[in-house]
């Protein structure tokens, strides 16, 4: 069974940067792309990125675009987010996500993703 970890979480001011990191373990042949999601209170699951880790195509949401960077290095079975020019609401709980076994093709709904890590807090605040 395949299991993610976030970590990398963390208060920051406004403008500053975070890595976040996804972890992937157990059987994570044929699990292509990883998405990034995150949930501000009271708010829904938002999704922020994906990236196909065979073919490395990427893609953002607009409110992330130029500012948030997904990246992925097969060999440790990690996704990053790089957070750049990080915002007030930017603050979420941010979660990693893969999509079922052998999809390619990113999505943005929570639910075309199977599994999910238990997150990491990213708090933005001076």
């Known amino acids: 069974q395949l299991q993610l970890v976030e970590s990398g979480g963390g208060l920051v001011q406004p403008g500053g940067s975070l890595r976040l990191s996804c972890v992937a373990s157990?059987?994570?042949?044929?699990?292509?792309?990883i998405g990034w999601f995150r949930q501000a209170p009271g708010k829904e699951r938002e999704w922020v990125s994906c990236i196909n880790r065979s073919s490395r195509f990427t893609h953002y949401a607009d409110s992330v675009k130029g500012r948030f960077t997904i990246s992925t290095d097969n060999a440790k079975n990690t996704v990053y987010l790089q957070m750049n020019s990080l915002k007030a609401e930017d603050t979420a709980v941010y979660y990693c996500?893969?999509?079922?076994?052998?999809?390619?093709?990113?999505?943005?709904?929570?639910?075309?993703?199977?599994?999910w890590g238990q997150g990491t807090q990213v708090a933005v605040s001076s």
């Open positions: 157990g059987f994570t042949r044929d699990y292509y792309t």
């Open positions: 996500a893969t999509r079922p076994q052998g999809h390619r093709a990113c999505a943005t709904y929570p639910q075309d993703y199977d599994y």
